[in-house]
């Protein structure tokens, strides 16, 4: 029973570009929840998504948007990078409804140069 | 807004001691909590979470946590701890399943 995959593991970019991660949830999953997390810091909430739709956001601008598809994968872009995106970043995915954790992917390390 | 704080950034235990990670939320109504285990370049792995019923919570990997809501606690526990318990340890708490995370607490384990 394959978990959450993602991918890449690790990327390099430079400020100003767009970058595309992508995040395959464990198998019977229907929710995807993005997540940041900076150096030496706790995961912080980016935004949720469910049958297509984001359900629910964080404290994050517009540069960071994403897609749900119909097979529940799920992609997350962010536009005009700054330094201050670089992070790990994490996805999680869950069943909605009852009380279903999150299990998370291992990451993408984004560096911003 | 909930919050979840964990005051100990590193905690430094010898091979075999017991140990107890402390963490604190804030929430009006009773949350739903959980602690994660996270080692190097790795994800988060969910160790134990509490939903509701017996505030003393058996996990994986010998952990245990015990919910006091008079104290707004949630700590971590294990009796003997092993080399390869040396990770990172986030306490998260939600109310809709989108927990919010403290900012971990670092375990070194010495010989």
């Known amino acids: 029973d394959a978990g959450v995959t993602q991918s890449p593991t690790h990327l390099i970019k430079t400020r100003g570009q767009q970058v595309t991660l992508r995040c395959s949830p464990k198998?019977?999953?229907?929710?995807v929840s993005w997540y940041q997390q900076a150096l030496g810091q706790g995961p912080q909430f980016i935004f949720q998504?469910?049958?297509?739709?984001?359900?629910q956001r964080g404290n994050f601008p517009d540069r960071f948007s994403g897609h749900q598809f119909p097979n529940y994968s799920s992609e997350l872009n962010v536009n005009a990078l700054l330094l201050g995106d670089s992070a790990l970043y994490l996805c999680?995915?869950?069943?909605?409804?009852?009380?279903?954790?999150?299990?998370f992917g291992n990451g993408t390390r984004l560096t911003v140069t | 807004a909930q919050s979840v704080t964990q005051p100990d950034i590193h905690i430094t235990v010898s091979e075999g001691a017991s140990l107890e990670l402390r963490c604190n939320y804030s929430?009006?109504?009773?949350?739903?909590l959980f602690w994660y285990v996270q080692s190097p370049g790795q994800g988060l792995q969910l160790l134990l979470k509490?939903?509701?019923?017996?505030?003393l919570v058996q996990g994986i990997k010998g952990f245990e946590a015990e919910f006091k809501r008079s104290q707004s606690s949630f700590n971590l526990r294990k009796p003997s701890v092993h080399w390869s318990d040396a990770a990172e340890y986030f306490c998260?708490?939600?109310?809709?399943?989108?927990?919010?995370f403290g900012r971990g607490t670092s375990l070194i384990v010495h010989p």
């Open positions: 999680a995915s869950s069943l909605t409804g009852g009380n279903s954790p999150l299990h």
């Open positions: 509490y939903f509701s019923g017996d505030t």
């Open positions: 998260a708490s939600g109310g809709s399943y989108i927990p919010t």
């Open positions: 998504y469910y049958e297509e739709e984001e359900r």
């Open positions: 198998s019977g999953h229907d929710t």
């Open positions: 929430y009006g109504a009773t949350p739903y």
